[in-house]
Structures are given as C-alpha cells and as structure tokens.
C-alpha cells in the first residue's frame, strides 16, 4: 500500500475541490496515484471535472511569431518566473520563436540543433544562458499552422513582452474575406480559445483515450442510478456527447455572448463580409501545462539530512 502524504492529500484536493478526508480516501482506494483518484472523486460525485489549468505548474514563457500565412508556439521552461522577467530569457525566447517560424522546425529537438544568429546552435545558447543566468532552462515545444489563403492571428493573453507570456494562441482562418475582417474575427476567436481550452478543433478530434476515460466515469456515475443497463447506455452516451461537444472548439458556446457556438460566430462573419471564411486550426500553449511540478517535503528534507528517520 502507498504511503498517502499530507502533501499528497493537499495536491488532490487543490486539484479536485473535493474534501480533506474524501481525498483521503480516494488516494487509499487508488494506491496513491493522484490521476486514478480524481477519476475515483469525479465517478463517486464528489469532485467537478478535472479544471484544465490545474497542472500548470513550469514558469518561463510561451513565445508566438507570424509572417504572412504561417505562424509558431514555442515555449521555453525555467525554474522561477524571476528568470522569465529577464531581458536575456525574453530576447532568447523571442528569437528561437523566429527560428522556428523561419526554419518550419517542428519539435523541440530540431530547434536546439538549429542555428543561431549570434553564432553555435540554439542548444548552446541555452548552455550559455543557463551558465549566466544561474538557473535551469529548457525548450519545450513548437507548433506550427498556416493557411493557402487567409490569415494567421496570434494572441497573448496577459503579456510579459510583445509576443511574449504565458498563455499563447494562434488561429488560422481560411479564405477570401478582408484580411483585417479576418484579423478582428481571429483576435476575437484567439481570446476565446485562451479562456475556453478547446482540447480540439471538433469532437472528432478529441483524442480518444481521453473520450474512453469520461466514457468509465460516466459509466461508475450512471450504474449508482439502478437503472435498467438500456437507460444506463443512453445515459452514458448523453454524457460522453456533452463532454465532447463543451470541449471542441466548433462547438464551444463564444465566451463573449455564451450562446452562440464558435462555428456559427465563423459563419455569420462570413455571411456578412460576402467572402468564405473557415476556421482551419489553432495552437494554444499554456505555459507549464501537462508539468508536474515536484513538491518537497521541507520538514521531511531536514529529517534526512540530520539522519532521523
């Protein structure tokens, strides 16, 4: 059996919502692994959905760069969001999205052996940086759209620097209306995008694995009802279309007037500007999501070092 921490107790319920001892019980049910325990909360109705931004826990910075109709994400981990106020980080960062844009690099790995303009490669600088800054620092990721016909709109919400911060969106629309009723629409969608965490342009695309896992919680959920397994199905089926359908950016509700779906905002811009109009792809790069960040056990640390048990 796990040992189930106080830490670990506080870290579901920070996540979950859900009470101290009900937290308790579920890490004991679940042998102490967090994720199986929100699912054993949510499945119990003790716990909302899992919240997005909830694993958000790396600082640094998520850079964005367009030129014509393309356009890239990358972000950049460091220890402290100290570093991510630094001149250096932010110059360092603003030009391996550059890079990217420049290069068409798609991961991480091919950006740290591309060049950089100061001379070496991007892995070097960032050897470089880490010496002179002190701290540890790592190129995360990269992601690219673009479109035949259209515009790309990039949008940071909150931002440290211009194209700099540490939620970064980009949207590409298709077509052949005017550029600037493209780019209002965009920003609009953009700025959506960073406050909804769409998991995917439509429910078609949402990763499977992730549709089988609400696909069990609603089936624990629905099987407390006690009714007949026909119903029960239904249920089910009903739940996994709901969830789908709030997390599928075409379908997701437009935050500015929260009943109109994103499809239909596309459509009407279209309509009115006497053009095609569609939404193709987007980026969107929160700073740290999907890190767990490690939490110490300071009193147990000091116990360590002193030898006692």
């Given at each position: 059996m796990a040992d189930i921490t106080a830490a670990t107790v506080k870290e579901l319920r920070d996540r979950s919502g859900a009470g101290m001892m009900d937290c308790k019980k579920a890490l004991t049910e679940t042998n102490g692994d967090i994720e199986a325990a929100t699912d054993w909360l949510r499945a119990k109705g003790l716990a909302a959905a899992q919240k997005k931004s909830s694993r958000t826990a790396a600082e640094g910075l998520v850079g964005v760069a367009v030129a014509g109709t393309k356009g890239v994400a990358v972000e950049v981990n460091s220890e402290t969001d100290f570093v991510a106020k630094n001149d250096q980080f932010q110059d360092f960062v603003r030009t391996v999205s550059t890079i990217a844009l420049e290069s068409g690099v798609s991961d991480a790995e091919a950006l740290l052996a591309a060049s950089y303009p100061s001379g070496g490669t991007v892995s070097e600088k960032l050897v470089a940086n880490i010496a002179t800054i002190g701290e540890n620092q790592n190129v995360r990721r990269v992601a690219h759209v673009s479109v035949n016909q259209g515009v790309v709109v990039p949008y940071v919400h909150n931002a440290a620097a211009p194209g700099l911060g540490k939620i970064g969106v980009l949207v590409a629309l298709e077509g052949d209306a005017p550029a600037d009723t493209m780019e209002t629409l965009g920003k609009q969608?953009?700025?959506?995008?960073?406050?909804?965490?769409?998991?995917?342009?439509?429910?078609?695309?949402?990763?499977?694995?992730?549709l089988e896992r609400e696909r069990a919680i609603a089936t624990e959920k629905a099987a407390e009802s006690g009714k007949p397994a026909e119903i029960i199905a239904k249920m089910v089926d009903g739940a996994v279309a709901k969830y789908a359908k709030e997390n599928a950016l075409l379908s997701q509700l437009f935050v500015m007037d929260n009943k109109t779906p994103i499809a239909d905002v596309v459509?009407?811009?279209?309509?009115?500007?006497?053009?095609?109009?569609?939404?193709?792809?987007?980026?969107?790069?929160?700073l740290g999501e999907g890190i767990e960040k490690e939490v110490s056990d300071f009193a147990a640390e000091v116990a360590a070092a002193a030898g006692v048990a």
């Open positions: 969608i953009a700025m959506h995008i960073a406050a909804a965490f769409p998991l995917a342009l439509s429910a078609a695309d949402i990763d499977p694995v992730q459509a009407k811009a279209a309509k009115e500007a006497g053009a095609s109009i569609t939404l193709t792809s987007y980026v969107r790069f929160q």
